[in-house]
């Protein structure tokens, strides 16, 4: 009987631990969260020190912006965030590398005019010399 109880222990503390997230996926995760505020805020410089200079940020349009042309769209629009939300977030982490998927909801003003947005999104991170950057992005049409 105390077998059965110690191996039903031992099966629960595997389920939960592999479930759990490491603490760079935490770290990225909040990354990502850190990111989309830094949108909502028009925080081009927060952005900049986010982002790798080789960023390449495709949008579920077909629009492809390198780091440089991302950081003027945050300023200049004609697209303003207002909320951004995610869900069915999955973050792998892979040596220096990170993958974030989710599905992202946002409200925001499009050449004047409120917008309601869904897409799926797929980010690639890359941690050198300690700080997590983003290097690519893709939007994707549900």
Same mark, same amino acid.
């Given at each position: 009987?105390?077998?059965?109880?110690?191996?039903?222990?031992?099966?629960?503390?595997? &389920?939960?631990?592999?479930?759990?997230?490491?603490?760079?996926?935490? =770290?990225?995760?909040?990354?990502?969260?850190?990111?989309?505020?830094?949108?909502?805020?028009?925080?081009?410089?927060?952005?900049?020190?986010?982002?790798?200079?080789?960023?390449?940020?495709?949008?579920? /349009?077909?629009?492809?912006?390198?780091?440089?042309?991302?950081?003027?769209?945050?300023?200049?629009?004609? =697209?303003?965030?207002?909320?951004?939300?995610?869900?069915?977030?999955?973050?792998?982490?892979?040596?220096?590398n990170a993958?974030?998927?989710?599905?992202?909801?946002?409200?925001?003003?499009?050449?004047?005019?409120?917008?309601?947005?869904?897409?799926?999104?797929?980010?690639?991170?890359?941690?050198?010399?300690?700080?997590?950057?983003l290097l &690519?992005?893709? /939007?994707?049409?549900?």
């Open positions: 009987m105390r077998r059965r109880i110690y191996i039903s222990i031992v099966f629960c503390f595997l &389920a939960i631990s592999l479930n759990a997230q490491t603490q760079e996926e935490k =770290t990225v995760a909040r990354l990502v969260q850190e990111f989309n505020d830094a949108i909502i805020r028009t925080d081009t410089s927060s952005l900049r020190k986010m982002t790798h200079s080789r960023l390449t940020y495709g949008h579920s /349009g077909g629009n492809i912006q390198d780091q440089q042309a991302f950081l003027m769209a945050i300023m200049a629009g004609p =697209t303003f965030f207002k909320v951004i939300d995610r869900k069915d977030e999955t973050v792998v982490v892979t040596g220096r993958i974030v998927r989710n599905i992202v909801t946002a409200q925001a003003i499009n050449q004047g005019k409120p917008v309601e947005i869904k897409f799926g999104g797929l980010m690639v991170w890359e941690k050198k010399g300690g700080k997590w950057k &690519a992005r893709q /939007g994707y049409k549900l």
